[in-house]
């Protein structure tokens, strides 16, 4: 089926047969435990290390986000099944799963209070600290998906929710941006979520991290001024975000010590680069293009990496089936669907985040990648300035001197 230029595309992946007279079920109904399941073994490995003093605890969660989940991705490979059609609409509508999501949240904050309470009470040794550091920030990291997940619908309380599981790692700017700005700029160079083609990692953070603040505060000043109201009002929801993580913080430094300040920024800084590496991989080095009457052309499942690896997906409410999440932000997870058109990922996002922290490996995979997806033309890419001229030089000189396909005769194997 060709892509369209109106909007996003029908899935093509298969469909699971039902059987004759029987609704369908979903096969991962209990999997998409796993993601609380996370947080719970979080905050349960504080409690062991502060039982036993054993500092492997401390690296357990580390050792399951970059090592285990990867591993097993790698296992068990892509699975591409969609829900029928006619389950959608049930499958929504359930609100197990819902609940599934919402059950992240305590235990989020509680690994965050526990890691804490380690910091201030324990004498850890360096790297003692660095894994207590990546625990709870990777928990809190984790929790910026569920806070993505949540914030997304239409109920007021999930939305609120979402700001809440926002608040112990200190993004809370994230509810903004993400759903008033980067949905609407997304793969374009306006975009301070999207990753250019050529852009490290490590270069990308920085921009990101300033850049999405910017954005959502202009975003909600503009909102505001609509309403004959300052930027600096009570109603600024930047404002509320980030007065609930003062709270937070505060009444954390009050119960510890305010020496725990350092431990909490360390870790909200950690939590906050695991989102920005998944946003580098999500679009990197994919464009829009620019229609003949200058406006964008609509996003669709071109403009998004993919992936339906098993495990990362049912640890991340299958936020790697991120073309279908731009086409119907607010549909709900357990109904995602996966989209042949879209440009695919070689593995999870658990294995791909390790491959973007080491930029000239990263580079050696997806920029051919990026160049396959379109036909082999750099100049459809979405591309980093600093390193505009240099791409285009190789890469153009590349597409010039690739031999031609073989013309196959009337009547030969063409036919």
């Known amino acids: ?93 359930d609100g197990y799963y819902r609940a599934v999501v919402v059950a992240f949240v305590p235990f989020q904050w509680a690994a965050t209070v526990i890691g804490t309470w380690l910091a201030a009470t324990h004498d850890l040794s360096a790297t003692g600290w660095v894994g207590l550091v990546l625990t709870v920030g990777g928990i809190n990291g984790v929790a910026i998906n569920t806070a993505h997940e949540l914030g997304h619908k239409r109920p007021g309380w999930e939305r609120w929710l979402s700001r809440v599981t926002l608040a112990p790692v200190a993004y809370g700017h994230f509810y903004v941006e993400h759903n008033r700005g980067h949905h609407l700029r997304v793969a374009t160079p306006d975009d301070p979520a999207s990753a250019r083609m050529g852009e490290s990692f490590w270069a990308f953070l920085p921009r990101t991290m300033i850049g999405s603040v910017r954005s959502a505060w202009d975003i909600e000043a503009t909102r505001l001024r609509a309403r004959g109201l300052p930027a600096w009002h009570g109603r600024n929801q930047l404002l509320q975000a980030w007065a609930m993580t003062v709270v937070f913080y505060a009444a954390l430094m009050a119960a510890f010590g305010s020496a725990v300040l350092v431990f909490l920024l360390a870790q909200a800084f950690y939590g906050a680069s695991l989102l920005e590496v998944v946003n580098y991989i999500e679009h990197y080095g994919l464009l829009r293009s620019v229609r003949p009457d200058g406006r964008r052309e609509p996003c669709d499942p071109r ?5 339906s690896h098993v495990l990362s997906n049912l640890f991340l409410y299958q936020l790697q089936r991120h073309s279908d999440h731009h086409a119907h932000p607010g549909r709900r997870y357990q109904a995602l669907r996966h989209f042949d058109e879209s440009p695919q990922l070689p593995s999870g996002y658990a294995a791909m985040l390790l491959l973007a922290y080491v930029p000239p490996l990263w580079f050696r995979v997806m920029d051919p990648k990026v160049l396959a ?20 030089a ?19 194997w063409g036919r």
């Open 1 to 93: 089926m060709a892509l369209r230029d109106d909007g996003p595309m029908p899935p093509t992946a298969s469909v699971p047969p039902a059987a004759v007279g029987r609704p369908w079920r979903d096969p991962r109904r209990y999997l998409w435990l796993l993601s609380p399941f996370f947080a719970v073994g979080a905050a349960w490995h504080l409690v062991n290390f502060a039982r036993t003093g054993h500092e492997f605890w401390l690296w357990l969660l580390p050792a399951v986000m970059y090592g285990v989940i990867p591993l097993v991705d790698a296992v068990l490979g892509p699975d591409r099944r969609n829900p029928p059609e006619a389950a959608l609409k049930d499958l929504e509508a």
């Open 394 to 412: 190789r890469y153009s000189a590349e597409r010039r001197a690739a031999p031609k396909p073989a013309e196959h005769p009337p009547g030969g």
């Open 303 to 307: 403009h998004s990496w993919n992936s």
């Open 373 to 392: 997806h379109y036909g082999r033309d750099v100049h459809r890419a979405n591309l980093h300035p600093p390193r505009r001229e240099a791409l285009v």
